[in-house]
């Protein structure tokens, strides 16, 4: 498979996504970007280049139905980031920033993770 050397679906590469349990759709949908050059990427465009749509399809519903193998943070626990916003929320600026980055092409599904987790942290915290 073209994708394992760099990515088995979780790689421990910071630099290579974990595909494992993406959506299909949103895997293939980023391997034809990367084939019609909506995304710049030069590995990627030569991993693509002689792949069918059939082809991507395919590797999507391959990632879509691999176990995702969970990491742990290299800093989790009291005073770490995750436990701020766990119990405070972000503030205004950290929010701009956040939001602007959710704002990014082909990441609005990005958008609804962050205002189910906004949801559910404030649900968390009023109760």
């Given at each position: 498979m073209y994708c394992l050397p760099c990515s088995d679906g979780n790689s421990l590469i910071p630099a290579n996504p974990k595909l494992a349990g993406q959506h299909a759709a949103y895997i293939t949908?980023?391997?034809?970007?990367?084939?019609?050059?909506?995304?710049?990427?030069?590995?990627?465009?030569?991993?693509?280049?002689?792949?069918?749509?059939?082809?991507?399809?395919?590797l999507g519903l391959f990632y879509e139905t691999q176990p995702l193998a969970l990491a742990e943070a290299k800093k989790n626990g009291v005073g770490s980031l995750g436990e701020k916003i766990f119990r405070s929320g972000l503030d205004v600026r950290e929010s701009q920033l956040v939001q602007a980055a959710m704002d990014l092409p082909d990441m609005v599904?990005?958008?609804?993770?962050?205002?189910?987790?906004?949801?559910?942290?404030?649900?968390?915290?009023?109760?």
């Open positions: 949908k980023q391997l034809l970007n990367f084939k019609s050059g909506v995304r710049d990427n030069i590995v990627m465009a030569g991993m693509v280049a002689n792949l069918t749509e059939q082809d991507m399809r395919n599904f990005l958008i609804h993770i962050q205002d189910l987790m906004r949801s559910t942290l404030s649900t968390l915290c009023h109760n």
